[in-house]
């Protein structure tokens, strides 16, 4: 088994247990990010309140609006970008080394070569993946009233009137989410907010170099303190995943919002607040309507899920790999004893 499909099946198993973790908060996390609305509520509701509403109103279901989708497109995203980023990684370390066999560099990877290695894995992830997220974004922000509410008595109207236009008697799936895309804009409607995703990649590129850099100093201090022992605890993996990814979401949050914007549901309402024709459109909209504030919604939220979520990938993946390459040894090690 290569390297690269470790790191990827890994990868995969880590996005899976993070995204089952912290699911609840990307679903309040997205609502907030694709709410229109520029009124201003007299008190804005915490991350828990407002969980605490949708599950009062809705059900403890919603919170968790998409989770199958999410769970394969969490997979198939870690899988392919860890995938793609291990022999990405692979090839700029076989030109370090190159370059220092002919004088130059010390023969290690370099902060700039990490943010491109990072930037490629995520461009193709973005292109392969982004149908998914798509439907994920759509079944997050469906909204629903149980039959014993009341909608003028609902926090939920009164915070979100547009999306509740869009609501539907009969259960909303996955399948509805697709169809609901397709009739909208037809195949690509599932490439939605795909240049702000793909101007996101910076976002995970940051991530990494972070990651990557404070892990390096880290193994060289601990290498130079116990004589030759560069080893990390899974502790230490989970505390740089999240100081990384607190550096990444902090600088490219607007980002995200816009995204979110663009992916979820459009309605021609005759409010053109709420339509976006693209990313330069959701944009200057948004500047006008809602000020640049309206760029952070819910970034409190997303600090909380994404920084969570990075922590226990990165913890989870490294165990994985270090597993799997233990049992690879181990598995080597009694072929060749075993006599023939």
């Avoid at 910076?202 to 201090?221: A, D, G, H, R």
Wanted: hydrophobic share 40%; net charge positive; glycine share 10%.
């Amino acid at each position: 088994m290569s390297d690269a499909l470790i790191n990827g099946l890994a990868g995969a198993g880590g996005g899976i247990i993070a995204q089952l973790i912290t699911y609840p908060l990307q679903t309040v996390n997205t609502r907030q990010q694709t709410e229109r609305d520029p009124k201003k509520e007299k008190r804005k509701l915490s991350t828990i309140e407002q969980m605490c509403q949708v599950v009062k109103h809705e059900g403890w279901e919603r919170l968790y609006g998409g989770l199958m989708p999410s769970l394969v497109g969490t997979a198939a995203s870690q899988g392919v970008y860890y995938y793609f980023y291990q022999i990405f990684r692979d090839k700029a370390e076989a030109i370090a080394l190159e370059r220092k066999i002919k004088g130059f560099g010390d023969g290690t990877v370099g902060m700039f070569s990490s943010l491109v290695v990072a930037a490629l894995s995520g461009c193709v992830n973005v292109l392969l993946t982004n149908p998914i997220w798509v439907v994920v974004t759509r079944m997050q922000t469906h909204r629903k009233v149980s039959k014993k509410s009341q909608p003028s008595h609902s926090l939920l109207v009164a915070t979100d009137k547009t999306i509740l236009d869009a609501i539907e008697p009969s259960p909303y799936g996955t399948n509805h989410a697709i169809q609901e895309v397709y009739g909208e804009a037809g195949v690509w409607g599932f490439w939605k907010g795909v240049l702000p995703t793909l101007i996101m990649v910076s976002n995970p590129s940051i991530q990494f170099m972070l990651y990557e850099t404070m892990l390096k100093k880290l193994k060289k201090q601990r290498s130079l303190n116990k004589k030759g022992s560069n080893g990390v605890t899974a502790w230490e993996i989970f505390l740089l995943g999240a100081l990384a990814k607190l550096g990444a979401t902090v600088v490219t949050y607007p980002l995200l919002v816009v995204k979110s914007r663009l992916q979820a549901k459009q309605l021609k309402t005759g409010d053109k607040r709420h339509h976006y024709e693209g990313t330069l459109d959701a944009i200057l909209k948004m500047i006008r309507y809602e000020g640049f504030y309206g760029f952070y919604k819910g970034m409190s939220t997303k600090i909380a899920q994404s920084v969570l979520a990075a922590a226990v990938l990165f913890m989870v993946k490294e165990e994985l790999v270090r597993g799997a390459r233990l049992l690879l040894t181990k598995g080597g090690t009694n072929a060749r004893l075993k006599p023939s």
